[in-house]
């Protein structure tokens, strides 16, 4: 079976652009994250889907935002893009969206703001 | 506020030693605590995974405890190879305002040396 992919692998762009970063669960997998890490620090929660619907928000301006499809995949947009938003994008999918479910990464997506 | 503080910051040990890492939370409520390992420039991948319930739980040569009550929690590893280099995060999710959060501690850098 397949991880979870992320897509793209690596991605430049300019301040006040917007930027979509997307994400395929593990096939069966419910339940899609997304987390920021800065380079030298651990991830942050950004925000967790089930089922289509949001269920867990971490502290994060209204420019970031994100939305589960039908077949669970996720993308993760980030508007009026700053210099403070240059990291490495993590998913993570996991079978449910609560309790003590394994969640399993991607290998990220490298954004670079310029 | 809830927070999750790791120490060591960074460790460097010989091959063949053990080592204990720390993670002390002040993540109000709790459901569980989670240990991950991330290699440079990869996704973390998860170690242990433990409810309030549980003191202990073993992954091989890998060996967390927790305290609810001192909200203390400790990774043991036993035996270290070269391999083990790498990031070490705690992580405690729970519900905080009426939304399932989950808090990284920054990681320990463990360092084996041959």
């Known amino acids: 079976d397949a991880g979870v992919t992320q897509s793209p692998t690596h991605l430049i762009k300019t301040r006040g652009q917007h930027v979509t970063l997307r994400c395929s669960p593990i096939?069966?997998?419910?339940?899609v994250s997304w987390y920021q890490q800065v380079l030298g620090q651990g991830p942050q929660f950004i925000f967790q889907?089930?089922?289509?619907?949001?269920?867990g928000r971490g502290n994060f301006p209204d420019r970031f935002s994100a939305r589960q499809f039908p077949n669970y995949s996720s993308e993760l947009n980030v508007n009026a893009l700053l210099l403070g938003d240059s990291a490495l994008y993590l998913c993570?999918?996991?079978?449910?969206?609560?309790?003590?479910?394994?969640?399993?990464f991607g290998p990220g997506t490298r954004l670079t703001v310029t | 506020k809830n927070q999750v503080e790791q120490s060591p910051q960074s460790l460097i040990i010989l091959e063949g030693k053990n080592c204990t890492l720390q993670?002390?939370?002040?993540?109000?409520?709790?459901?569980?605590l989670r240990w991950y390992k991330q290699d440079t420039g990869r996704g973390p991948v998860s170690l242990t995974i433990?409810?309030?319930?549980?003191n202990t739980k073993s992954n091989g040569r890998y060996t967390a405890t927790l305290d609810a009550d001192t909200k203390q929690s400790s990774l043991h590893i036993t035996a270290s190879q070269l391999s083990d280099s790498a990031s070490y995060i705690c992580?405690?999710?729970?519900?905080?305002?009426?939304?399932?959060?989950?808090?990284f501690g920054s990681g320990t850098r463990l360092l084996v040396r041959p």
């Open positions: 433990m409810t309030f319930s549980e």
């Open positions: 889907y089930y089922e289509k619907e949001e269920r």
């Open positions: 992580v405690v999710s729970g519900v905080m305002d009426s939304s399932y959060k989950l808090i």
């Open positions: 096939s069966g997998h419910k339940s």
């Open positions: 993670c002390n939370y002040t993540v109000s409520p709790f459901s569980n």
């Open positions: 993570a999918s996991s079978p449910s969206g609560w309790g003590n479910y394994e969640q399993y």
